[in-house]
């Protein structure tokens, strides 16, 4: 059974850092790109960033390019978003998405407030 679980979310003022995780299984998460969404209240779910599976090649969206950066560690199948200088709009909930097998984890709620 494929599934992906978000962990990292949480609370953290403006221009601080979170390290969300997403820790893959039922598949081998290297044979597939591996993103991150985020949906806040009352907006589409957009996406944030994408590393591929070969080459691990990395897309960000321009709202993060620069504070975000996305990982992965294949031994441990898990793909990590390291989310820098945020900002009260990086408010969301962030969900890890399995290109190759179109799934989706459960989220994770970030919460940007002084």
């Known amino acids: 059974q494929v599934q992906l679980v978000e962990s990292g979310g949480g609370l953290v003022q403006p221009g601080g850092s979170l390290r969300l995780s997403c820790a893959a299984s039922g598949f081998t998460s290297s044979s597939s790109a591996m993103s991150w969404y985020r949906q806040a209240p009352g907006k589409e779910r957009e996406f944030v960033a994408t590393i591929t599976s070969a080459l691990r090649t990395t897309i960000y969206a321009g709202s993060v390019k620069g504070r975000f950066t996305i990982s992965r560690d294949n031994a441990k199948n898990t793909v990590y978003l390291q989310m820098n200088s945020l900002k009260p709009d990086d408010a969301a909930v962030y969900y890890c998405?399995?290109?190759?097998?179109?799934?989706w984890g459960q989220g994770t709620l970030v919460t940007v407030s002084s």
């Open positions: 998405y399995a290109d190759k097998l179109h799934a």
